[in-house]
Protein backbone atom coordinates (compact mmCIF):
# COMPACT_ATOMS: atom_id res chain seq x y z
CA UNK A 1 0.00 0.00 0.00
CA UNK A 2 1.77 3.35 -1.15
CA UNK A 3 1.28 6.98 0.15
CA UNK A 4 0.47 8.28 -2.65
CA UNK A 5 0.12 12.33 -1.94
CA UNK A 6 -1.62 11.03 1.26
CA UNK A 7 -0.45 11.78 4.88
CA UNK A 8 -1.48 7.90 5.68
CA UNK A 9 -2.25 4.93 4.19
CA UNK A 10 -5.02 3.67 6.91
CA UNK A 11 -6.30 6.54 9.33
CA UNK A 12 -8.43 5.48 12.01
CA UNK A 13 -10.92 7.89 14.04
CA UNK A 14 -11.09 6.46 17.72
CA UNK A 15 -8.53 3.97 19.39
CA UNK A 16 -10.98 1.46 20.82
CA UNK A 17 -10.90 -2.39 20.39
CA UNK A 18 -12.34 -1.63 16.94
CA UNK A 19 -9.06 -0.01 15.94
CA UNK A 20 -6.16 -1.03 17.78
CA UNK A 21 -6.36 -4.85 17.48
CA UNK A 22 -6.07 -4.57 13.82
CA UNK A 23 -4.00 -1.17 13.55
CA UNK A 24 -0.85 -2.64 15.35
CA UNK A 25 -0.39 -5.53 13.08
CA UNK A 26 -1.49 -3.35 10.19
CA UNK A 27 1.53 -0.91 11.21
CA UNK A 28 4.01 -3.81 11.80
CA UNK A 29 3.68 -4.99 8.05
CA UNK A 30 4.90 -1.58 7.00
CA UNK A 31 1.74 0.42 6.41
CA UNK A 32 1.65 4.25 7.35
CA UNK A 33 -1.09 3.89 10.00
CA UNK A 34 -2.02 7.15 11.89
CA UNK A 35 -5.45 7.00 15.03
CA UNK A 36 -7.01 9.59 16.49
CA UNK A 37 -7.92 9.69 19.71
CA UNK A 38 -10.17 12.53 21.64
CA UNK A 39 -10.50 10.57 25.05
CA UNK A 40 -8.68 7.84 26.71
CA UNK A 41 -6.77 5.63 24.30
CA UNK A 42 -8.34 2.48 24.11
CA UNK A 43 -11.81 3.39 24.10
CA UNK A 44 -14.39 2.36 26.22
CA UNK A 45 -13.97 -1.41 27.04
CA UNK A 46 -10.53 -1.13 29.12
CA UNK A 47 -11.70 2.48 30.67
CA UNK A 48 -15.03 2.12 31.60
CA UNK A 49 -16.47 -0.59 30.22
CA UNK A 50 -15.88 -4.74 30.29
CA UNK A 51 -12.39 -3.99 32.25
CA UNK A 52 -13.71 -1.55 34.71
CA UNK A 53 -17.38 -3.25 35.29
CA UNK A 54 -15.35 -7.00 36.02
CA UNK A 55 -13.12 -5.60 38.57
CA UNK A 56 -15.95 -3.94 40.62
CA UNK A 57 -18.12 -7.36 40.19
CA UNK A 58 -15.54 -10.02 41.37
CA UNK A 59 -15.74 -9.41 44.56
CA UNK A 60 -19.58 -9.88 44.66
CA UNK A 61 -19.19 -13.10 42.29
CA UNK A 62 -16.58 -14.51 45.52
CA UNK A 63 -19.05 -13.34 47.93
CA UNK A 64 -22.07 -15.17 46.28
CA UNK A 65 -19.66 -18.24 46.34
CA UNK A 66 -18.98 -18.05 49.83
CA UNK A 67 -22.79 -17.53 50.38
CA UNK A 68 -23.72 -20.85 48.58
CA UNK A 69 -21.08 -22.50 50.58
CA UNK A 70 -22.11 -21.42 54.21
CA UNK A 71 -21.71 -24.48 56.29
CA UNK A 72 -18.40 -25.00 54.76
CA UNK A 73 -17.02 -21.58 55.52
CA UNK A 74 -17.63 -19.03 57.95
CA UNK A 75 -18.15 -16.29 57.90
CA UNK A 76 -20.50 -14.23 55.61
CA UNK A 77 -17.62 -11.59 53.13
CA UNK A 78 -18.06 -7.82 54.50
CA UNK A 79 -17.58 -6.48 50.54
CA UNK A 80 -15.73 -2.74 50.65
CA UNK A 81 -17.58 -0.67 47.94
CA UNK A 82 -14.20 2.10 48.54
CA UNK A 83 -11.03 -0.31 48.08
CA UNK A 84 -12.83 -1.93 45.66
CA UNK A 85 -12.94 0.98 43.30
CA UNK A 86 -9.07 1.62 44.44
CA UNK A 87 -8.42 -1.76 42.91
CA UNK A 88 -10.08 -1.25 40.06
CA UNK A 89 -7.81 1.84 39.14
CA UNK A 90 -4.71 -0.31 39.94
CA UNK A 91 -6.06 -2.32 37.46
CA UNK A 92 -6.94 -0.32 34.73
CA UNK A 93 -5.45 2.91 35.02
CA UNK A 94 -2.02 1.88 33.06
CA UNK A 95 -4.22 0.40 29.62
CA UNK A 96 -4.31 3.94 28.16
CA UNK A 97 -0.63 4.35 28.15
CA UNK A 98 0.15 0.75 27.79
CA UNK A 99 -2.27 0.44 24.54
CA UNK A 100 -0.79 4.10 23.16
CA UNK A 101 3.08 2.23 23.52
CA UNK A 102 2.38 -0.39 22.71
CA UNK A 103 0.46 1.47 19.67
CA UNK A 104 3.83 4.01 18.83
CA UNK A 105 6.01 1.11 19.12
CA UNK A 106 5.00 -0.32 16.17
CA UNK A 107 4.88 2.66 14.20
CA UNK A 108 1.51 3.97 14.34
CA UNK A 109 1.18 7.92 14.59
CA UNK A 110 -1.14 8.50 17.67
CA UNK A 111 -2.72 12.17 17.13
CA UNK A 112 -4.58 13.43 20.27
CA UNK A 113 -7.84 15.47 19.32
CA UNK A 114 -11.09 15.65 17.97
CA UNK A 115 -11.25 14.35 13.37
CA UNK A 116 -13.41 15.99 11.30
CA UNK A 117 -13.79 15.21 7.72
CA UNK A 118 -13.59 18.19 5.18
CA UNK A 119 -13.89 16.17 2.35
CA UNK A 120 -13.65 12.55 1.70
CA UNK A 121 -9.71 12.35 1.85
CA UNK A 122 -8.81 14.84 4.52
CA UNK A 123 -9.89 15.48 8.20
CA UNK A 124 -9.25 18.27 10.59
CA UNK A 125 -7.78 17.99 14.00
CA UNK A 126 -6.67 20.73 16.21
CA UNK A 127 -6.82 22.68 12.99
CA UNK A 128 -4.38 21.13 11.17
CA UNK A 129 -5.22 19.43 7.86
CA UNK A 130 -4.55 15.86 7.91
CA UNK A 131 -5.42 13.11 4.93
CA UNK A 132 -5.51 9.55 4.31
CA UNK A 133 -5.91 7.21 1.18
CA UNK A 134 -8.27 4.84 3.55
CA UNK A 135 -10.34 5.88 6.67
CA UNK A 136 -11.67 3.52 9.55
CA UNK A 137 -14.22 5.33 11.28
CA UNK A 138 -14.41 3.28 14.80
CA UNK A 139 -15.64 5.97 17.23
CA UNK A 140 -17.78 3.94 19.73
CA UNK A 141 -20.69 4.60 21.06
CA UNK A 142 -21.45 6.80 24.25
CA UNK A 143 -24.30 6.63 27.17
CA UNK A 144 -27.65 7.49 25.91
CA UNK A 145 -29.40 10.16 27.84
CA UNK A 146 -32.82 11.01 29.09
CA UNK A 147 -33.87 14.51 27.36
CA UNK A 148 -36.29 15.34 30.30
CA UNK A 149 -36.58 18.04 32.34
CA UNK A 150 -34.10 17.77 35.19
CA UNK A 151 -31.68 15.71 33.39
CA UNK A 152 -28.43 17.39 34.43
CA UNK A 153 -29.13 15.63 38.24
CA UNK A 154 -28.47 12.28 36.45
CA UNK A 155 -25.70 9.93 36.19
CA UNK A 156 -24.22 7.20 33.09
CA UNK A 157 -22.84 4.81 33.54
CA UNK A 158 -18.93 5.92 33.99
CA UNK A 159 -19.95 8.01 37.09
CA UNK A 160 -21.25 5.09 38.67
CA UNK A 161 -17.72 3.18 38.05
CA UNK A 162 -15.91 5.79 39.46
CA UNK A 163 -17.66 6.78 42.67
CA UNK A 164 -16.12 6.96 46.20
CA UNK A 165 -18.97 6.67 48.32
CA UNK A 166 -22.02 4.16 47.09
CA UNK A 167 -25.48 5.52 47.69
CA UNK A 168 -27.95 4.35 50.22
CA UNK A 169 -30.53 4.41 47.67
CA UNK A 170 -29.90 4.22 44.21
CA UNK A 171 -32.76 4.02 41.33
CA UNK A 172 -31.22 2.46 37.76
CA UNK A 173 -33.69 3.51 34.67
CA UNK A 174 -33.86 0.86 32.18
CA UNK A 175 -33.15 -2.78 32.87
CA UNK A 176 -30.26 -3.60 29.56
CA UNK A 177 -26.54 -5.13 30.47
CA UNK A 178 -25.67 -1.76 32.42
CA UNK A 179 -28.55 -1.55 34.55
CA UNK A 180 -29.30 -5.23 35.61
CA UNK A 181 -25.49 -5.51 35.80
CA UNK A 182 -24.98 -2.20 38.17
CA UNK A 183 -28.12 -3.10 40.07
CA UNK A 184 -26.48 -6.83 40.77
CA UNK A 185 -22.84 -5.00 41.85
CA UNK A 186 -24.79 -2.16 43.98
CA UNK A 187 -27.19 -4.10 45.80
CA UNK A 188 -24.22 -7.04 46.27
CA UNK A 189 -22.45 -4.09 47.99
CA UNK A 190 -25.32 -2.45 50.11
CA UNK A 191 -27.20 -0.08 48.36
CA UNK A 192 -31.55 -0.18 48.04
CA UNK A 193 -31.61 -0.35 44.49
CA UNK A 194 -34.98 0.19 42.31
CA UNK A 195 -35.22 -0.21 38.79
CA UNK A 196 -37.21 1.53 36.36
CA UNK A 197 -38.56 0.13 33.21
CA UNK A 198 -40.07 1.27 30.51
CA UNK A 199 -41.84 -1.60 29.70
CA UNK A 200 -42.47 -5.05 31.22
CA UNK A 201 -39.30 -6.89 30.41
CA UNK A 202 -35.65 -6.85 31.24
CA UNK A 203 -32.87 -7.76 28.87
CA UNK A 204 -34.92 -8.37 26.03
CA UNK A 205 -32.59 -10.14 23.35
CA UNK A 206 -31.90 -13.07 26.23
CA UNK A 207 -34.25 -16.09 26.54
CA UNK A 208 -36.95 -14.28 28.80
CA UNK A 209 -38.32 -17.75 31.40
CA UNK A 210 -34.42 -17.34 32.44
CA UNK A 211 -34.61 -13.30 32.88
CA UNK A 212 -37.46 -13.69 34.79
CA UNK A 213 -35.58 -16.18 37.20
CA UNK A 214 -32.78 -13.28 37.49
CA UNK A 215 -35.29 -11.05 38.48
CA UNK A 216 -36.41 -12.97 41.00
CA UNK A 217 -33.45 -13.64 41.95
CA UNK A 218 -32.32 -9.80 42.68
CA UNK A 219 -35.76 -9.20 43.68
CA UNK A 220 -35.14 -11.67 47.02
CA UNK A 221 -32.17 -9.55 47.48
CA UNK A 222 -34.08 -6.40 47.79
CA UNK A 223 -33.58 -4.63 44.34
CA UNK A 224 -37.27 -3.59 43.76
CA UNK A 225 -38.85 -3.66 40.20
CA UNK A 226 -40.89 -1.12 38.85
CA UNK A 227 -42.64 -2.17 35.02
CA UNK A 228 -44.15 -0.25 32.60
CA UNK A 229 -43.01 3.38 34.16
CA UNK A 230 -42.87 6.24 31.42
CA UNK A 231 -39.96 8.49 33.47
CA UNK A 232 -41.48 12.17 32.67
CA UNK A 233 -38.56 14.40 34.42
CA UNK A 234 -36.38 14.59 37.56
CA UNK A 235 -36.17 16.95 40.16
CA UNK A 236 -33.72 17.48 43.43
CA UNK A 237 -35.38 17.69 46.78
CA UNK A 238 -33.74 18.61 50.06
CA UNK A 239 -33.45 15.23 51.42
CA UNK A 240 -32.79 13.26 48.09
CA UNK A 241 -33.78 12.84 44.25
CA UNK A 242 -36.83 12.12 42.37
CA UNK A 243 -37.95 10.49 39.42
CA UNK A 244 -41.25 11.51 38.65
CA UNK A 245 -42.76 8.43 35.87
CA UNK A 246 -46.74 7.39 34.88
CA UNK A 247 -47.27 10.85 35.64
CA UNK A 248 -48.34 10.48 39.27
CA UNK A 249 -45.79 8.36 40.43
CA UNK A 250 -42.26 9.03 42.24
CA UNK A 251 -39.41 7.05 43.10
CA UNK A 252 -37.01 8.57 45.52
CA UNK A 253 -32.92 7.44 45.80
CA UNK A 254 -29.60 9.65 46.43
CA UNK A 255 -28.35 8.55 43.51
CA UNK A 256 -29.69 8.24 39.73
CA UNK A 257 -28.58 6.27 36.72
CA UNK A 258 -29.50 6.80 33.13
CA UNK A 259 -28.92 3.14 31.97
CA UNK A 260 -31.65 3.35 28.43
CA UNK A 261 -28.97 2.49 26.32
CA UNK A 262 -25.87 3.77 24.01
CA UNK A 263 -25.63 5.96 21.30
CA UNK A 264 -23.50 5.77 17.98
CA UNK A 265 -20.77 8.78 17.69
CA UNK A 266 -21.44 9.36 14.32
CA UNK A 267 -22.04 13.39 15.37
CA UNK A 268 -19.49 16.31 14.43
CA UNK A 269 -17.40 13.99 12.20
CA UNK A 270 -18.76 15.40 9.33
CA UNK A 271 -20.14 12.58 7.50
CA UNK A 272 -23.70 14.57 5.81
CA UNK A 273 -20.90 16.46 4.24
CA UNK A 274 -19.12 13.77 2.45
CA UNK A 275 -21.75 11.08 1.56
CA UNK A 276 -21.48 8.39 4.51
CA UNK A 277 -24.74 7.35 5.09
CA UNK A 278 -25.89 6.27 9.25
CA UNK A 279 -29.00 6.37 11.24
CA UNK A 280 -29.56 5.57 14.50
CA UNK A 281 -28.50 2.60 14.81
CA UNK A 282 -25.03 3.27 13.48
CA UNK A 283 -22.87 3.78 10.36
CA UNK A 284 -23.90 1.59 7.38
CA UNK A 285 -21.44 -0.40 5.82
CA UNK A 286 -21.33 -3.65 3.44
CA UNK A 287 -20.34 -7.01 3.64
CA UNK A 288 -16.54 -5.76 3.66
CA UNK A 289 -17.23 -2.88 6.62
CA UNK A 290 -17.09 -0.30 3.65
CA UNK A 291 -19.62 3.10 3.93
CA UNK A 292 -21.61 4.30 0.96
CA UNK A 293 -18.33 5.84 0.45
CA UNK A 294 -15.88 2.97 -0.85
CA UNK A 295 -12.27 4.05 0.99
CA UNK A 296 -14.01 4.89 4.20
CA UNK A 297 -14.75 1.69 6.47
CA UNK A 298 -16.56 1.48 9.57
CA UNK A 299 -15.25 -0.62 12.71
CA UNK A 300 -16.84 -1.71 16.15
CA UNK A 301 -19.71 -0.13 17.94
CA UNK A 302 -19.98 2.48 15.74
CA UNK A 303 -21.63 -0.13 13.39
CA UNK A 304 -24.89 -0.60 12.46
CA UNK A 305 -25.12 -4.46 12.63
CA UNK A 306 -27.09 -7.13 13.63
CA UNK A 307 -23.90 -9.24 15.40
CA UNK A 308 -24.05 -8.13 19.22
CA UNK A 309 -22.31 -4.72 19.92
CA UNK A 310 -19.34 -6.64 21.86
CA UNK A 311 -15.39 -5.85 22.25
CA UNK A 312 -14.92 -9.71 20.33
CA UNK A 313 -17.12 -8.66 17.95
CA UNK A 314 -15.18 -4.94 17.48
CA UNK A 315 -11.53 -7.44 18.02
CA UNK A 316 -12.95 -9.55 14.66
CA UNK A 317 -14.11 -6.70 12.78
CA UNK A 318 -10.53 -4.92 13.05
CA UNK A 319 -8.42 -8.16 12.52
CA UNK A 320 -10.73 -9.05 9.17
CA UNK A 321 -10.04 -4.87 8.05
CA UNK A 322 -5.95 -5.53 8.60
CA UNK A 323 -6.45 -8.56 6.12
CA UNK A 324 -8.52 -6.31 3.75
CA UNK A 325 -6.43 -3.43 3.72
CA UNK A 326 -3.14 -5.94 3.50
CA UNK A 327 -4.57 -8.15 0.76
CA UNK A 328 -4.47 -11.17 3.02
CA UNK A 329 -8.64 -11.34 2.30
CA UNK A 330 -10.98 -10.22 -0.78
CA UNK A 331 -13.52 -12.11 0.91
CA UNK A 332 -16.83 -10.48 2.74
CA UNK A 333 -16.31 -10.43 6.59
CA UNK A 334 -17.98 -13.98 7.76
CA UNK A 335 -18.74 -13.45 10.91
CA UNK A 336 -18.24 -16.14 13.79
CA UNK A 337 -20.64 -17.58 16.54
CA UNK A 338 -20.45 -14.87 19.07
CA UNK A 339 -21.42 -15.25 22.75
CA UNK A 340 -22.91 -12.40 25.04
CA UNK A 341 -22.60 -12.87 28.80
CA UNK A 342 -24.87 -10.76 31.36
CA UNK A 343 -22.46 -10.19 34.76
CA UNK A 344 -25.92 -10.75 37.07
CA UNK A 345 -25.61 -13.31 39.98
CA UNK A 346 -26.61 -15.72 38.79
CA UNK A 347 -25.01 -14.81 35.14
CA UNK A 348 -26.91 -15.35 31.82
CA UNK A 349 -25.20 -16.01 28.75
CA UNK A 350 -26.23 -17.53 25.33
CA UNK A 351 -24.69 -17.85 21.60
CA UNK A 352 -26.26 -19.20 18.32
CA UNK A 353 -29.91 -19.91 17.78
CA UNK A 354 -32.10 -19.12 20.94
CA UNK A 355 -35.10 -20.98 22.20
CA UNK A 356 -37.78 -18.16 20.78
CA UNK A 357 -36.31 -19.04 17.19
CA UNK A 358 -35.78 -22.29 17.46
CA UNK A 359 -39.68 -22.91 18.19
CA UNK A 360 -40.02 -21.18 15.11
CA UNK A 361 -38.25 -24.00 13.06
CA UNK A 362 -39.44 -27.32 12.80
CA UNK A 363 -35.82 -28.70 11.94
CA UNK A 364 -34.81 -27.85 15.24
CA UNK A 365 -34.92 -29.27 18.68
CA UNK A 366 -34.30 -27.89 22.34
CA UNK A 367 -33.35 -30.32 25.02
CA UNK A 368 -33.27 -28.53 29.05
CA UNK A 369 -31.19 -29.34 31.40
CA UNK A 370 -31.43 -28.93 35.21
CA UNK A 371 -27.48 -27.80 36.31
CA UNK A 372 -27.95 -29.60 39.15
CA UNK A 373 -28.50 -32.68 37.53
CA UNK A 374 -24.49 -33.03 37.25
CA UNK A 375 -23.12 -33.51 40.48
CA UNK A 376 -20.09 -31.32 39.92
CA UNK A 377 -22.35 -28.32 40.40
CA UNK A 378 -22.62 -29.20 43.77
CA UNK A 379 -19.21 -29.09 44.95
CA UNK A 380 -19.53 -25.10 45.29
CA UNK A 381 -23.09 -26.09 47.05
CA UNK A 382 -25.16 -24.53 43.88
CA UNK A 383 -28.74 -24.14 44.35
CA UNK A 384 -29.66 -23.01 41.18
CA UNK A 385 -29.38 -23.41 37.23
CA UNK A 386 -30.66 -24.39 33.74
CA UNK A 387 -29.44 -24.48 30.52
CA UNK A 388 -31.21 -25.00 26.83
CA UNK A 389 -29.95 -26.50 23.97
CA UNK A 390 -30.67 -26.35 20.00
CA UNK A 391 -29.86 -28.87 17.79
CA UNK A 392 -30.02 -29.78 13.95
CA UNK A 393 -32.18 -33.41 13.34
CA UNK A 394 -28.23 -34.50 12.82
CA UNK A 395 -27.60 -33.31 16.52
CA UNK A 396 -25.13 -30.58 15.34
CA UNK A 397 -25.17 -28.01 18.28
CA UNK A 398 -26.03 -24.50 17.18
CA UNK A 399 -27.43 -22.77 20.03
CA UNK A 400 -26.78 -22.47 23.89
CA UNK A 401 -28.15 -20.60 26.45
CA UNK A 402 -27.60 -20.88 30.68
CA UNK A 403 -28.39 -19.10 33.79
CA UNK A 404 -26.17 -20.07 36.28
CA UNK A 405 -23.09 -18.77 38.87
CA UNK A 406 -21.05 -20.21 36.00
CA UNK A 407 -22.87 -19.50 32.56
CA UNK A 408 -20.32 -17.66 30.68
CA UNK A 409 -17.67 -20.54 31.16
CA UNK A 410 -20.38 -23.03 30.32
CA UNK A 411 -21.03 -21.01 26.58
CA UNK A 412 -17.12 -20.81 25.94
CA UNK A 413 -16.87 -24.10 26.24
CA UNK A 414 -19.79 -24.99 24.29
CA UNK A 415 -18.55 -22.44 21.83
CA UNK A 416 -16.58 -24.70 19.28
CA UNK A 417 -19.30 -27.51 19.50
CA UNK A 418 -21.29 -24.60 17.59
CA UNK A 419 -18.60 -22.48 15.23
CA UNK A 420 -17.08 -25.77 13.94
CA UNK A 421 -20.38 -27.43 13.27
CA UNK A 422 -19.11 -30.75 15.14
CA UNK A 423 -20.58 -33.63 14.62
CA UNK A 424 -21.63 -36.42 17.19
CA UNK A 425 -18.40 -38.35 16.57
CA UNK A 426 -16.19 -35.39 16.85
CA UNK A 427 -18.18 -34.41 20.20
CA UNK A 428 -17.04 -37.24 21.51
CA UNK A 429 -13.03 -37.16 20.82
CA UNK A 430 -12.73 -34.12 22.73
CA UNK A 431 -12.10 -34.99 26.26
CA UNK A 432 -12.02 -32.20 29.07
CA UNK A 433 -9.81 -32.11 32.34
CA UNK A 434 -11.81 -33.52 34.59
CA UNK A 435 -13.25 -32.71 37.08
CA UNK A 436 -14.25 -28.88 35.64
CA UNK A 437 -17.20 -27.01 34.48
CA UNK A 438 -16.35 -27.40 30.90
CA UNK A 439 -16.18 -31.57 31.44
CA UNK A 440 -19.66 -31.17 33.19
CA UNK A 441 -20.76 -28.42 30.72
CA UNK A 442 -19.32 -30.91 27.86
CA UNK A 443 -21.18 -33.64 28.86
CA UNK A 444 -24.18 -32.61 28.22
CA UNK A 445 -23.66 -33.01 24.94
Given at each position: MSTNSYDYDVLYLGSGHGTFDGAIPLAAQGVKVAV??????GGTCPNRGCNAKITLEAPVALANQVSDMQGLVSPILDLNW???IAHKHEVIDALPEFIANLMQDNGITLIKGRGHFIDSHTIIVNGKKISAEKFVIATGMHPHQLDLPGRQIVNDSSAFMNLKKLPKRIAIIGAGYIGMEFASIASAFGSQVTVVLRADKALRKFHQPF??????KLSQAGVIFIKNATVNSFSDDFDSKTIHYNDTEKVKADWILDATGRTPNTTSLGLEGIGVD???D???????LQTTVPHIYASGDVLKKTQPKLTPTAIFESLYLMKTFT???SQPIDYPAIPSTVFTIPRIAKVGVTPEEAAKNDSLTVSTNNILDNWYRHVEKETFGENKLVYTKSHQLVGATEISNHAEDVINTLLPAIELKLTPEQISRIVHIFPTIGSAAWENL
Open positions: VESGLVQNTVEKIIAYDKGVIVNDYGAT
